[in-house]
């Protein structure tokens, strides 16, 4: 998985990433996100580079409800 | 309103209880090998058995084909499953009773998003796919274990206690004459699912059941379809949910429809709400009646060791999977064709009792395959939460524009013959040769499974041998199970002409290899330069010789 800067045109695609969000509602922009992983997760073509950046991306997010314990 | 009417019920044969020799006598008999359960797995295994000139017992404590009554159950029936029955000298009633296909599709909407061809990488004279209803495949089976005369099929004998022994299994079993104790040297459990051995022996499956629901239409109409197999991820008949659409025989079609989880089982399978449902789905103007409709779910469940000693667990009592990709029966089926040969060898004491345990090293990875498969199409159908459909969802918008995204698409992925892991007794693995159509020298046809279909032996198939070669090896043919065939040279081995399609199946074998191949139609090994020696070495190994 690369972690050093490997996109062209940084400001460049966040930008359009952000203009293609726009008009869209919460849930139209959630869709297009999963759209566009796929997307790009066919441009990688590596299983395990691809299976560490689920990992990463894992690992970024806030840390998940902890699950119901029964009561003491 | 509309009125639904049910076509004749089918009329499935029986067979007559015969009150069996044991019973009333006080000696417990001891039979080599016996199977309890005759299902699809537990049939093809006593058929395979009687084939190779084995006889066996086989006890079922019903006297008729199919489980309450003609339900539908199992319809797809794989090529390597086909491969089988004609080895077994079924398939040509199975041909002509069945439909084939090869060719699937799946819609979202009203849109096809995916389409495959399974015949693009078929090489063998048995095409992908036939379908047909369970309980034909169990009748074909039944008739022809009785033509072939070797195996006691016992009517109406249920067994009720097993009792492991040291060198065989204990069995009582319960008919409605009364009940007679025998032994077996190999007992095969092949009684389905709720195995009561299983459950008598206190062995866990693990299962796991699914709150998944799906309803069965079986049905005829008057539409002209395609013979193919149709699956929608979220059909607008159905309410959004999956439906799966195949032809059977008798002009019958299985149409599956995924149901709300939380479903009356009773209310969706009545016929007005079936009926209704299939309304919605044919247009108006199609007649149609029903043969049959029933609510299911499904769990999956993997027994840890497919072997206990003397007791062999097939098909069902060992593993379930969900149902889509035809993994369950065609599994059962190929359970009973890789341990047949096996037990046939032993019982003839050509081979020793560790080639039994091959059986679990072979077959139990290929159900935790089967079991990893089928778990992810299940989730694909039904997805947990709304972050699953929303995934779900983006597959299948750019499934229909984008060729890469048609992958992910998971409807089933249909039954394969299971490659077999690397092991002492298959150093380069295990993988099944399809049923290639071949000649003899003199133009006369055969096929692959004709070369293995009489008795139990390996086939070395040597490409291009040298006479003096072939020569030297003819004495290994009596001492162990092998048959030389050759593929074109000049030797006085019987030979085959030689082949491209034959030899690109198998990876264009050098010339003067020699490689060997299993009763059950898989590779065992392939000898780059093959001497008396190394081929003994190698069947032996292929049999697990310690």
């Given at each position: 998985?690369?972690?050093?800067?490997?996109?062209?045109?940084?400001?460049?695609?966040?930008?359009?990433?952000?203009?293609a969000?726009?008009?869209?509602?919460?849930?139209?922009?959630?869709?297009?996100?999963?759209?566009?992983?796929?997307?790009?997760?066919?441009?990688?073509?590596?299983?395990?580079?691809?299976?560490?950046?689920?990992?990463?991306?894992?690992?970024?997010?806030?840390?998940?409800?902890?699950?119901?314990?029964?009561?003491? | 309103?509309?009125?639904?009417?049910?076509?004749?019920?089918?009329?499935?044969?029986?067979?007559?209880?015969?009150?069996?020799?044991?019973?009333?006598?006080?000696?417990?008999?001891?039979?080599p090998?016996?199977?309890?359960?005759a299902?699809?797995?537990?049939?093809?295994?006593?058929?395979?058995?009687?084939?190779?000139?084995?006889?066996?017992?086989?006890?079922?404590?019903?006297?008729?084909?199919?489980?309450?009554?003609?339900?539908?159950r199992?319809?797809?029936?794989?090529?390597?499953?086909?491969?089988?029955?004609?080895?077994?000298?079924?398939?040509?009633?199975?041909?002509?009773?069945?439909?084939?296909?090869?060719?699937?599709?799946?819609?979202?909407?009203?849109?096809?998003?995916?389409?495959?061809?399974?015949?693009?990488?078929s090489?063998?004279?048995?095409?992908?796919?036939?379908n047909?209803?369970?309980?034909?495949?169990?009748?074909?089976?039944?008739?022809?274990?009785?033509?072939?005369?070797?195996?006691e099929?016992?009517?109406?004998?249920?067994?009720?206690?097993?009792?492991?022994?040291?060198?065989?299994?204990?069995?009582?079993?319960?008919?409605?004459?009364?009940?007679?104790?025998?032994?077996?040297?190999?007992?095969?459990?092949?009684?389905?699912?709720?195995?009561?051995?299983?459950?008598?022996?206190?062995?866990?499956?693990?299962?796991?059941?699914?709150?998944?629901?799906?309803?069965?239409?079986?049905?005829?109409?008057?539409?002209?379809?395609?013979?193919?197999?149709?699956?929608?991820?979220?059909?607008?008949?159905n309410?959004?949910?999956?439906?799966?659409?195949?032809?059977?025989?008798?002009?019958?079609?299985?149409?599956?429809?995924?149901?709300?989880?939380?479903?009356?089982?009773?209310?969706i399978?009545?016929?007005?709400?079936?009926?209704?449902?299939?309304?919605?789905?044919l247009?108006?103007?199609?007649?149609?009646?029903?043969?049959?409709?029933?609510?299911?779910?499904?769990?999956?469940?993997?027994?840890?060791?497919?072997?206990?000693?003397?007791?062999?667990?097939?098909?069902?009592?060992?593993?379930?999977?969900?149902?889509?990709?035809?993994?369950?029966?065609?599994?059962?089926?190929q359970?009973?064709?890789?341990?047949?040969?096996?037990?046939?060898?032993?019982?003839?004491?050509?081979?020793?009792?560790?080639?039994?345990?091959?059986?679990?090293?072979?077959?139990?990875?290929?159900?935790v395959?089967?079991?990893?498969?089928?778990?992810?199409?299940?989730?694909?159908?039904?997805?947990?939460?709304?972050?699953e459909?929303?995934?779900?969802r983006?597959?299948?918008?750019?499934?229909?524009?984008h060729?890469?995204?048609?992958?992910?698409?998971?409807?089933?992925?249909?039954?394969?013959?299971?490659?077999?892991?690397?092991?002492?007794?298959?150093?380069?693995?295990?993988?099944?040769?399809?049923?290639?159509?071949?000649?003899?020298?003199?133009?006369?046809?055969?096929?692959?499974?004709?070369?293995?279909?009489?008795?139990?032996?390996?086939?070395?198939?040597?490409f291009?041998?040298?006479?003096?070669?072939?020569?030297?090896?003819?004495?290994?043919?009596?001492?162990?199970?092998?048959?030389?065939?050759?593929?074109?040279?000049?030797?006085?081995?019987?030979?085959?002409?030689?082949?491209?399609?034959?030899a690109?199946?198998?990876?264009?074998?050098?010339k003067?290899?020699?490689?060997?191949?299993?009763?059950?139609?898989?590779?065992?090994?392939?000898?780059?330069?093959?001497?008396?020696?190394?081929?003994?070495?190698?069947?032996?190994?292929?049999?697990?010789?310690?």
């Open positions: 998985m690369i972690t050093e800067p490997h996109i062209p045109d940084p400001d460049g695609f966040y930008a359009a990433w952000v203009s969000h726009e008009g869209l509602t919460e849930a139209q922009s959630a869709d297009f996100n999963a759209r566009l992983v796929l997307l790009l997760a066919n441009q990688c073509g590596d299983q395990a580079v691809l299976l560490d950046c689920i990992a990463a991306a894992s690992d970024s997010g806030e840390p998940s409800l902890p699950t119901p314990q029964d009561p003491a | 309103m509309e009125s639904y009417h049910f076509a004749p019920a089918y009329e499935l044969p029986s067979w007559p209880f015969v009150a069996p020799p044991e019973l009333g006598s006080d000696r417990v008999v001891r039979h090998i016996v199977i309890v359960g299902g699809p797995a537990g049939l093809t295994l006593a058929c395979d058995l009687a084939r190779r000139g084995v006889r066996a017992v086989l006890l079922d404590e019903d006297d008729t084909v199919g489980v309450r009554g003609a339900s539908s199992g319809i797809c029936y794989a090529q390597k499953s086909l491969e089988i029955f004609e080895r077994l000298g079924i398939y040509e009633r199975i041909a002509e009773k069945g439909i084939t296909w090869s060719f699937g599709r799946t819609f979202s909407g009203d849109e096809e998003v995916y389409n495959f061809n399974l015949q693009t990488d090489v063998s004279k048995q095409p992908p796919f036939i047909l209803q369970q309980f034909y495949i169990e009748w074909f089976l039944v008739e022809r274990i009785l033509a072939l005369g070797l195996t099929l016992r009517w109406k004998n249920r067994v009720t206690h097993v009792t492991p022994l040291a060198d065989g299994v204990r069995v009582e079993v319960e008919t409605p004459a009364g009940s007679y104790t025998i032994e077996a040297d190999h007992l095969v459990d092949a009684s389905g699912a709720n195995s009561p051995i299983r459950t008598q022996l206190g062995i866990d499956a693990h299962p796991s059941r699914s709150t998944d629901r799906w309803c069965i239409s079986d049905v005829r109409f008057k539409k002209p379809l395609p013979t193919e197999r149709w699956t929608w991820v979220d059909a607008p008949f309410e959004g949910r999956a439906v799966w659409q195949h032809l059977m025989g008798d002009g019958v079609w299985r149409i599956d429809y995924q149901m709300p989880e939380d479903c009356d089982t009773a209310h399978s009545q016929p007005e709400v079936a009926g209704a449902r299939l309304r919605e789905q247009g108006p103007g199609v007649e149609f009646e029903f043969v049959w409709i029933g609510p299911y779910g499904y769990r999956d469940h993997l027994l840890d060791d497919f072997r206990h000693g003397r007791i062999l667990f097939i098909g069902d009592s060992a593993h379930v999977v969900s149902p889509f990709g035809a993994r369950g029966g065609n599994s059962g089926i359970d009973a064709a890789n341990l047949g040969w096996k037990l046939a060898l032993v019982a003839q004491g050509r081979a020793g009792d560790a080639l039994l345990d091959t059986y679990d090293a072979e077959r139990r990875p290929a159900a395959e089967n079991l990893r498969v089928t778990s992810r199409s299940a989730r694909f159908l039904a997805p947990r939460t709304p972050a459909h929303r995934l779900r983006a597959v299948v918008a750019l499934a229909s524009r060729a890469f995204a048609r992958a992910l698409v998971n409807t089933g992925r249909m039954s394969v013959a299971n490659d077999y892991p690397a092991a002492p007794h298959l150093p380069e693995g295990g993988r099944s040769v399809q049923n290639l159509p071949l000649r003899h020298l003199d133009g006369r046809p055969t096929t692959l499974m004709e070369l293995l279909a009489d008795g139990t032996h390996c086939l070395g198939l040597w291009g041998p040298g006479r003096a070669q072939a020569g030297a090896a003819a004495d290994i043919e009596a001492s162990l199970p092998l048959r030389l065939v050759a593929v074109g040279g000049d030797s006085e081995l019987p030979t085959l002409q030689p082949d491209q399609r034959l690109r199946h198998l990876g264009e074998p050098p003067g290899s020699l490689l060997i191949v299993r009763p059950d139609a898989y590779r065992a090994a392939l000898l780059k330069d093959p001497t008396p020696a190394s081929i003994s070495a190698a069947v032996r190994s292929a049999l697990a010789h310690r």
